[in-house]
């Protein structure tokens, strides 16, 4: 069965980084959704069984906050405002909204006031997540309070003879456990048909490529993951394998043996129209002198559109007759801010500015760029991918190259004295110490990108202890977007903390690097925890305590990657891979990154 188009949820991005995770909740509960933009003509908004609000990092009352169409709350539709959405709704119906006294990123405890609607199924408290810096501070009238926490008084409201309802939290994101039955409830509000499954998009995909394409052919870069495996076979089907031509590039950073696997999966599954080069000295010449993430990331960018064009003219392809493919997913381009209201947090190499001008110019296709991690993976099940593909730790294009944070000296730390002191106060009465590292990386917080030190904590080995205290010290503390643990040595003296090695990308520096990420790999695999991750970045870190570099083990549990908790391995486990990283030569010390995101991203950089 086909979804009735006519059934549809309008979802209205004003640059959340979760506008398209609502709509695809819309799509896993079986509704059709689409993403309008908020200024949406209200003769089209009226074709919608209801309406979504996004989040995004504007301020209501802000100059360049996003056009919107004021009519839509009285168009007799129900809507749903969540986070910027929630306070949106207030503000345009006479309520107020106001800059809280400090942001709230993290997981708050909901009390239930009111459970007959938007609610309903919840008990009477519930664990949300937030990731904002306003609030609604004045009910609009006619609205009640349908829930609070202890920092947010108006976290749910609603006008339940309206049917408009607001939401202070993300009940997109799995960090919400009853989130999805919250969207639930808000499509039975709206009486909207259940209709949509994910086998419907694969016909629609294939007609998007022909259409695109036309009489063209395409080059596809390959990565061996599974977007652009899928992407590959989606372009297969669609053209026939000999319209479609695949390339992998070894960028030498990649992880141990990660091209020769690569060829290896693809052929066995019968993908042969594709071959290997290897660019690493190019690679490595444009990134060995950067220091600044976003530098890297462009430039990385740039060598694999150059090597793109050297291997297309080296196969005399005519470029009148030959589009570039790319295994783009949508959290690439939201974090590159690549929707019209979006803060770029950081740029994807697949969305550096001359592959984006080629896109504008429509000579690029991406088969899955609006689609989620899960989702590609359903797909690729649909497809018939084995499963060891189906379910590989994803890898960042960048590879090691953006879990290898590179300075020339040490990154001052505002107001230092003051802040270790603070941060102590507050450490020190769960029973650790703390200080700040002289590096910075990079945070989405409320939607918007943060570059920031990370504060690193030493003491017990109690995970619930540390996930507590480091949504305290993120919430609390805006210079510190990442929160890292000292596994090994157990202590360290602060002024061994505030040691940095000079180091750029070196052939030394990423042998050493990959050497690390192998051996807590091997480990992984070796108690049967490989599945139990999402993904699991190995950065190498300038602090030096003893003259070399230092590891952060980052194991993750996310559904999709725009929300994310750190993985909490059992301490053996965490100890075995320690102890082996130590044993390198050049690495003095092992930490673990005790960051959700928000406000961490995935990777450091």
């Known amino acids: 069965m086909t979804a009735n188009t006519t059934e549809k ?28 933009l908020p200024d949406a003509a209200s003769a089209k908004l009226k074709t919608y069984k209801g309406i979504i609000l996004s989040g995004g990092p504007a301020f209501v009352f802000a100059a360049d906050a996003p056009p919107y169409n004021p009519d839509l709350f009285s168009l007799g539709i129900p809507v749903l405002g969540v986070c910027y959405g929630h306070q ?3 503000y345009t119906n006479g309520g107020e909204a106001q800059k809280g006294e400090r942001r709230e990123d993290g997981f708050a405890q909901l009390q239930i006031k009111d459970s007959s609607s938007l609610l309903q199924g919840w008990n009477e408290t519930e664990t949300v997540w937030m990731s904002h810096g306003s609030e609604v501070n004045k009910l609009p009238p006619g609205f009640t309070i349908l829930a609070s926490t202890e920092n947010c008084p108006i ?8 049917k408009l309802y607001g939401i202070q939290f993300h009940a997109e994101v799995t960090h919400t456990p009853k989130g999805i039955q919250l969207y639930d409830n808000f499509l039975n509000i709206c009486g909207i048909a259940r209709t949509w499954k994910i086998s419907n998009l694969i ?4 007609e998007n490529i022909r259409t695109q394409v036309q009489d063209r052919n395409v080059f596809l870069l390959v990565s061996g993951g599974i977007d652009s495996t899928v992407a590959f076979m989606l372009l297969n089907q669609a053209l026939g394998k000999e319209r479609v031509y695949g390339l992998h590039v070894d960028t030498g950073f990649m992880r141990q043996d990660e091209s020769h696997k690569v060829q290896t999966a693809l052929r066995q599954i019968g993908m042969d129209n594709f071959h290997i080069v290897d660019a690493s000295i190019q690679f490595l010449q444009a990134v060995n002198r950067l ?18 064009t050297s291997e297309t003219s080296r196969m005399k392809l005519d470029p009148a007759k030959w589009m570039l493919g790319q295994g783009t997913l949508y959290p690439d381009t939201i974090e590159s801010g690549g929707t019209k209201h979006a803060d770029t947090i950081k740029t ?27 989702e590609v993976r359903k797909i690729g099940e649909e497809l018939g991918l084995p499963e060891e593909l189906v379910w590989r730790h994803t890898f960042p294009g960048p590879g090691l190259a953006v879990q290898e944070i590179c300075a020339t000296a040490a990154e001052p730390v505002a107001d230092y004295d003051q802040l270790k002191q603070n941060l102590n106060k507050l450490t020190s009465a769960q029973g650790y110490s703390a200080d700040i590292l002289p590096i910075r990386s990079v945070g989405v917080q409320g939607d918007e990108r943060s570059y920031a030190h990370p504060a690193v904590v030493m003491g017990e080995q109690n995970w619930t202890k540390l996930a507590d205290l480091a949504t305290r010290i993120t919430n609390q503390f805006r210079a510190i977007n990442r929160v890292i643990f000292l596994v090994q040595p157990e202590q360290l003296a602060s002024s061994k903390l505030q040691q940095i090695k000079p180091t750029t990308i070196t052939r030394q520096s990423l042998n050493l690097h990959r050497q690390a990420d192998d051996v807590a790999n091997q480990i992984l695999l070796k108690h049967d925890l490989y599945r139990t991750l999402y993904e699991f970045p190995v950065v190498m870190i300038p602090i030096s305590p003893a003259g070399g570099q230092s590891i952060v083990l980052r194991p993750l549990y996310s559904e999709n990657v725009m929300t994310v908790e750190f993985a909490k391995l059992p301490w053996p486990v965490v100890q075995q891979m320690a102890t082996a990283i130590l044993a390198l030569p050049g690495i003095d010390a092992v930490f673990y990154d005790i960051t959700n995101k928000p406000p961490g991203t995935v990777q450091w950089e």
């Open 291 to 308: 220091i600044d993430p976003e530098q890297k990331r462009r430039a990385i960018g740039k060598v694999f559109l150059d090597v793109q």
């Open 348 to 374: 994807h190499h697949n969305r550096v500015p001359e592959i984006q001008a080629m896109i504008d110019q429509g000579l690029v296709v991406e088969p899955v760029a609006n689609l989620y991690k899960d």
């Open 155 to 162: 976290a749910v409201m609603g006008d339940l003879s309206r």
């Open 88 to 90: 949106l709704m207030a």
């Open 9 to 36: 949820i309008a979802v209205l991005d004003f640059g959340g980084q979760y506008a398209h995770l609502i709509a695809k909740r819309v799509r896993d509960l079986g509704a059709h959704s689409e993403i309008l």
């Open 203 to 206: 016909p629609q995909i294939l």
